[in-house]
């Protein structure tokens, strides 16, 4: 896209390829599973409090991962125009940086001390991890949201952030926000509400 320097040219498409090759086989060497225990990959599966949930290709957490991807392009607006740091070379490779924290996430997020974290204080009670098809979509999704906040002006990037927090939040009680603060900062109150769903 001209004019933007956070959109990513041929070799960080291609250093984005790498990575999210690279997070798959890493999830393989973990011994995560491929694709659901049940033995298909569904487009979507609504029903949070399953063992499909996290498995398929989208479930009511695909938004928070959306919206990683708008909160990223953010990330790198602030680093790279508003601020000018690192650079106006480095700013093309914003989408590659993003995937990479993105990745790094998805890892850790299924070793076992997170899966048991995640267990032990928010509404998960029978999480497992995720596959690594849900894995993979979970970063396809993170690039989506970059990709929509390069094109879309700031306010819609917003909006969009607002919506699928509320929508969430209304459905299944869960969202990104209380995702993380449940994760890091446990409060029983939230846990007890989140459980009435």
């Given at each position: 896209?001209r004019?933007?320097?956070?959109?990513?040219h041929?070799?960080?498409?291609?250093?984005?390829?790498?990575?999210?090759?690279?997070?798959?086989?890493?999830?393989?060497?973990?011994?995560?599973?491929?694709?659901?225990?049940?033995?298909?990959v569904?487009?979507?599966?609504?029903?949070?409090?399953?063992?499909?949930?996290?498995?398929?290709?989208?479930?009511?957490?695909?938004?928070?991962?959306?919206?990683?991807?708008?909160?990223?392009?953010?990330?790198?607006?602030?680093?790279?125009?508003k601020?000018?740091?690192?650079?106006?070379r480095?700013?093309?490779?914003?989408?590659?940086?993003?995937?990479?924290?993105?990745?790094?996430?998805?890892?850790?997020?299924?070793?076992?001390?997170?899966?048991?974290?995640?267990?032990a204080?928010?509404?998960?009670?029978?999480?497992?991890?995720?596959?690594?098809?849900?894995?993979?979509?979970?970063?396809g999704?993170?690039?989506?949201?970059?990709?929509?906040?390069?094109?879309?002006?700031?306010l819609?990037?917003?909006?969009?952030?607002?919506?699928?927090?509320?929508?969430?939040?209304?459905?299944?009680?869960?969202n990104?926000?209380?995702?993380?603060?449940?994760?890091?900062?446990?409060?029983?109150?939230?846990?007890?509400?989140?459980?009435?769903?």
């Open positions: 896209m004019g933007n320097k956070l959109y990513p041929r070799r960080a498409w291609i250093a984005t390829l790498v990575l999210v090759v690279l997070a798959v086989a890493i999830l393989f060497a973990m011994d995560r599973p491929p694709i659901c225990t049940c033995g298909e569904k487009l979507w599966h609504g029903v949070v409090e399953s063992e499909g949930n996290s498995q398929h290709l989208t479930d009511w957490y695909s938004p928070s991962h959306f919206i990683h991807g708008l909160i990223m392009y953010f990330l790198a607006w602030l680093l790279w125009r601020w000018k740091l690192f650079g106006e480095l700013a093309r490779w914003a989408l590659p940086i993003a995937v990479l924290v993105e990745a790094a996430w998805e890892i850790v997020e299924n070793t076992p001390m997170v899966i048991d974290r995640y267990r204080v928010t509404v998960s009670w029978g999480y497992s991890g995720d596959s690594i098809v849900n894995s993979a979509a979970d970063i999704w993170m690039i989506a949201g970059f990709l929509v906040a390069a094109r879309v002006p700031v819609l990037s917003v909006a969009l952030t607002i919506g699928f927090e509320l929508l969430t939040l209304w459905v299944i009680r869960d990104l926000t209380l995702n993380v603060v449940m994760l890091f900062w446990p409060i029983e109150a939230i846990r007890q509400w989140q459980g009435m769903g």
